[in-house]
């Protein structure tokens, strides 16, 4: 009996091990616009030689590519997807932090813009490196960093099968952004990014998208809004404030795993 539950822990921390085996969480590293720049990327094995969606999540202002991951850790979702976690530089805050101390993302739509010049630079090492998947890659960010998501889809838009930005807002570039999916994430006591300025932002792009007028409900706070575009999307409304609720995942891989 003893030599039986030895074999049976000894299989177990192989499979354990085999499990493990088939993902890597690596630091990538660049210098961009004489910056170094660095993110954090959960990579399935099998991306070598299988083509793969890739996910690019952006960290809020005053956050890192460490912490959004361990907020996040979608691959528990979605194994099979890259994800991709940019560390963002000091940067002066939208509603706080004017003098730039803490890490953060440009949203200024100029091509010269070091987090875009970053993020092209990204992109281009996952595509040489990897098998990707050109038509499932995706964007998600929360507060200054679903600000950057929003410019992304602004001025990268081509690239994107659709976005999930979360606590975040959108005024100057609306105009840019053609049709495209998208999941957006509100807190309805946000004290720091209004929830009336979300609103602005996802009724406009509601209506570019030509969703209907009433969403169909997902769960207790989502509500799936069907296009005749074929441009569905999603708001995700629940009670609370500026912190993103953990709960959400999984409508939100869900709705980058429906493409």
Sequence with gaps: MMLKKLLLLIIGLCLMHDTSAQVQLQTLEFTVAQQQRKALAYIPASAKNKVTPVVFAFHGH???????????????????????????????????????????????????????IFFDTLLAYIKKEYQVDTDRIFATGHSNGGSFTYLLWATRGDIFKAFAPTGAAAFKTLHLMKPKPFFHLVGEKDPLVKPAWQKITYQALLKKNKCEAVGKKINEFARLYPSSSGNNSIIYSYPGGHEYPQEANEVLIDFFKSF
């Design 62 to 116: 005053g956050g890192t590519m460490n912490h959004a991951y361990q907020g996040r850790k979608f691959e528990q979702l979605w194994a099979d997807a890259i994800y991709i976690y940019p560390q963002g530089l000091p940067t002066p805050g939208q509603i706080t932090d004017k003098e730039g101390k803490k890490n953060g993302w440009l949203v200024d739509p100029q091509e010269q813009n070091r987090d875009l």
